[in-house]
């Protein structure tokens, strides 16, 4: 059975009263909308879970209640492209991909939508004994775009939806692959979560060269790792859900984990401005450097982050799904 996105997790935004004291400049913006924007709300039950900033400037955002594709452009004019009419599609995951072409995953399904506006899904064959499942996306070393399947395998799939998969996990049965990126090393990283196991002990990242030779590292039992993003340090770098922390993880396999205080859950993570690492939690946007420091910055109002984007001015955006809100956060100098 497919995870409803992120658990619906919880979120929050800094407002202009926490913002009220800091100094230092950031980085000019491209866009006015970008430092002017607080909030975007949308309607009830749309629930935004993933975002991408696509070609000129426009912010992209998969709607997990409203079985649409959001696109605002650089003034904040929204569009929607619906999915599938009657069907419950369950957008997930968005990137910006090859030829600035835009694309997502759905229950089971993959989409695209090019430059034009043409939106094209293909659904996606049965893998095995389970039907395929695609959740996280990530251009890659080929520049072709690859998808985890929650089957427990790993896909790449070209712009004419032409599919081919690689078997990763032992069992191929209830695998959770919520994070997928390109590492540094040329191999594709992600995350592995088997929370239907017995003692729950299949938690792991695992490695995926382009000629399909996996390789997995085991966590903790319980950890739950999320997302997975690659670092400005080289290595690779998770949220672990369940044992509320962060990973690192080297490309030779070396592990650290750095806990987050109790009763904090982190779910999403990228690569943002300054050289660190970001991610949303709850209803929290965190940072943490390479060397491991971490802050927290509870944004008021929000309920529940789920994604978390940098804008092209290093300004970030997160998906606060149960508010049915789009977040604006101006991080501090």
Request: charged share 15%; net charge negative.
């Amino acid at each position: 059975m497919r995870t409803p996105m992120l658990f619906r997790l919880t979120a929050v935004v800094m407002t202009a009263g926490l913002l009220a004291g800091c100094t230092g400049s950031v980085a000019q913006p491209t866009s006015r909308y970008f430092t002017d924007t607080k909030t975007i709300s949308l309607q009830s039950g749309e629930f935004p879970s993933y975002l991408a900033f696509g070609a000129h400037d426009t912010l992209w955002v998969t709607e997990n209640g409203g079985n649409v594709i959001g696109r605002f452009d650089a003034v904040g004019e929204l569009t929607q492209y619906p999915i599938q009419v009657g069907t419950n599609n369950d957008p997930q995951d968005i990137i910006n991909g090859p030829g600035g072409s835009i694309w997502f995953t759905g229950l089971a399904e993959i989409g695209r939508i090019a430059p034009d506006g043409i939106l094209k899904v293909w659904n996606t064959a049965t893998i095995d004994t389970g039907v395929g499942l695609p959740d996280a996306l990530a251009v890659g070393p080929d520049g072709a775009v690859w998808y985890t399947d929650d089957s427990g395998h790993i896909c790449r799939i070209t712009s004419s939806g032409k599919t081919s998969c690689y078997v990763t996990h032992p069992s191929t049965r209830d695998i959770l692959m919520h994070g997928l990126a390109l590492g540094p090393d040329g191999a594709l990283w992600f995350t592995e979560d088997n929370p239907g196991s017995a003692a729950d002990t299949q938690n792991a990242i695992g490695r995926l060269t382009a000629d399909g030779q996996y390789r997995r590292w085991l966590l903790p039992p319980g950890s739950s790792p999320t997302r997975i993003a690659s670092g400005p340090d080289g290595a690779l770098w998770f949220t672990e859900r369940a044992s509320q922390g962060i990973g690192r993880i080297t490309t030779s396999g070396a592990i650290t984990q750095f806990s987050l205080p109790r009763g904090i859950y982190p779910f999403d993570i990228i690569s943002g401005p300054g050289k660190a690492l970001w991610f949303s939690a709850d209803t929290r946007v965190g940072r943490i450097t390479t060397a491991g420091h971490i802050t927290l910055w509870p944004l008021p109002g929000a309920q529940q982050f789920g994604g978390i984007t940098a804008a092209p001015d290093g300004s970030l955006w997160l998906a606060d799904g149960l508010a049915n809100t789009i977040r604006h956060f101006i991080p501090p100098s």
